[in-house]
């Protein structure tokens, strides 16, 4: 079940491919083990002028993608750890970027807090 958002900050004059939603979903789904139809992959540009670094200018490969995961139960610490390098590195591969400006954060648990169809996933 696992829902990914993946938000790159993306200048102007860049556009992402037009398959990179479902480029990023078969990525991650491989990284996760998951079957088919269970990673589901919400894709958001940030232009670029809506980003900043204080006191330094950010351009090009060096713009941020922010990835957030939402699972309905937390890997393990270490499992968690390997799986955020893993993410980062198929996103940055997916998009072009640099594995070190790929920044990965974990929602809480989904588990009694998100409903599908109207049903609590308990």
Known sequence: MPIIDVRPVVPPSCKLPDDAA???A???SGVLN???GR???RLAEIPDGKYAENG???EGNDLPVFVEVLHAVWPAQEDKAQEAAALAAAVATCLGRQVERVHVEYAPPARGRIAFGGKLVV
Do not use: K, M, N, R
């Open 34 to 36: 998951a079957e088919i």
């Open 39 to 41: 990673v589901w992959v």
């Open 26 to 28: 078969d990525s991650i």
């Open 56 to 58: 330094a200018g950010v």
């Open 22 to 24: 479902q480029s990023l």
